[in-house]
């Protein structure tokens, strides 16, 4: 999946993700299901 999102969005995920020893993808993910979730 491609997605596009906001510059700065995307450059404040980067760093967090670095921040936490993550990739992008797997917080994406996390927050994702939880999302999905919380929608059923």
């Known amino acids: ?5 906001d ?4 450059r404040r995920l980067k760093a ?3 921040q936490e020893g993550k990739t992008m993808r797997e ?3 996390e927050q994702l299901t ?3 979730t919380s929608k059923k």
């Open 1 to 5: 999946m491609t997605i596009q999102i």
């Open 34 to 36: 939880v999302y999905v």
């Open 7 to 10: 510059v700065d969005l995307h």
């Open 27 to 29: 917080i994406v993910e």
């Open 16 to 18: 967090i993700a670095a």
